[in-house]
């Protein structure tokens, strides 16, 4: 199905002190697993990874990288570091994330791009202008 396809990730995941090293943990496995899943399909991915949810802008933890081997990718994950931060800026993180999922999108560079959002809660900081931006005429789903 996605043979040969160039395939973008953005994963977004909530590094807010609410999620607890077991919930951050468990979210950076799971992009293990479908990050192993993709690379079993096509070898054509580039992943990028921000945590959001914390005080002050969103943090790139991985900027839009290819990997040549998935030990490559697993070194670069296990060095990453769950936040905990006080505050939660999930909508405004998300809005973020969501205009770079586009900016890739428009680039034309992949087949897809894909951004999946890891949290076990939202906030109601800017979550109606994430709300507008998904029903705005163009559409995100075309984009994620």
């Known amino acids: 199905m996605c043979e040969d396809l160039e395939i973008d990730l953005i994963f977004a995941i909530d ?5 607890k090293a077991d919930g ?7 992009i293990d697993e479908i990050v192993t899943g993709i690379h079993e399909i096509t070898e054509f991915w580039k992943l990028t990874i921000i945590q ?3 005080e002050g802008p969103a943090v ?6 290819s990997f040549d081997s998935l030990d490559e990718f697993r070194r670069n994950l296990a060095v990453i570091g769950w936040r905990r931060s006080p505050g939660s800026r999930l909508g405004d993180s998300l ?3 969501a205009d770079l999922a586009m900016k890739y999108s428009i680039k034309g560079e992949s087949d897809f791009v894909w951004m999946i959002t890891m949290t076990n809660g939202f ?3 800017k979550l109606d202008d994430f709300e507008l931006l998904k029903n705005s005429k163009v559409s995100l789903r075309k984009y994620l």
């Open 95 to 97: 809005v973020d994330v």
């Open 24 to 30: 951050f943990n468990r979210s950076l496995h799971l």
């Open 123 to 125: 906030s109601n900081d």
């Open 60 to 65: 790139v933890e991985i900027d839009q990288k």
């Open 15 to 19: 590094g807010s002190a609410k999620m």
């Open 52 to 54: 959001v949810g914390t």
